[in-house]
């Protein structure tokens, strides 16, 4: 069972060395999309620091609806004109089905598995890149972190004007 109480605790301490920044925009420009598993240390695997990158994380990182939403702010109102979107080996919604994750889950929804990283990365890519108010954006990537090495590879990579 999950001890909650030593994430108020471990706060104490992180909160006396606690430096805020003066504002919220990311200073890189950039937005990443990526899987919630837990062996994926995003801002580690791509030298991010606090305050330069918006890191959106679901299942699988797949582009649904809820993060074409958090990015039409991202790219509107604080000036991101690149968005990464890096899946990872060893991904629990690679290689089975929606049908297969509904029967284990019990809940019926739309999970967005895969079978294969390049087709699901160019799928998100070309939902990015047509959807309208994504216009601002203007390079998408498609990336793979690899969980056993740490080594990210680039798969795919689209440019606009
Ligand atoms: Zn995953």
Same mark, same amino acid.
């Given at each position: 069972m999950a001890d909650i109480d030593t994430l108020l605790a471990a706060n104490h301490s992180y909160s006396r060395s606690f430096?805020?920044?003066?504002?919220?925009?990311?200073?890189?420009?950039?937005?990443v999309v990526s899987c919630m598993d837990t062996r994926l240390d995003v801002r580690g695997a791509l030298g991010l620091g606090i305050g330069e990158a918006h890191i959106l994380r679901n299942a699988g990182g797949r582009v649904t609806d809820d993060v074409l939403r958090s990015l039409a702010l991202s790219t509107?109102? #604080?000036?991101?004109?690149?968005v990464v979107l890096m899946q990872h080996t060893r991904c629990g919604l690679a290689g089975v089905t929606d049908a297969e994750l509904r029967s284990d889950t019990g809940a019926e929804v739309e999970f967005l598995a895969f079978s294969d990283h390049s087709e699901a990365l160019q799928h998100d890519i070309g939902v990015i890149?047509?959807?309208? #108010?994504?216009?601002?954006?203007? @390079?998408?990537?498609?990336?793979?972190?690899?969980?056993? @090495?740490?080594?990210v590879s680039e798969l795919h990579r689209r440019h606009r004007r």
């Open positions: 430096a805020s920044l003066p504002e919220p925009r990311p200073s890189r420009h950039v937005a509107n109102a #604080f000036g991101v004109d690149a890149a047509g959807t309208p #108010f994504l216009d601002g954006v203007r @390079t998408i990537a498609g990336w793979l972190f690899d969980v056993d @090495t740490g080594v």
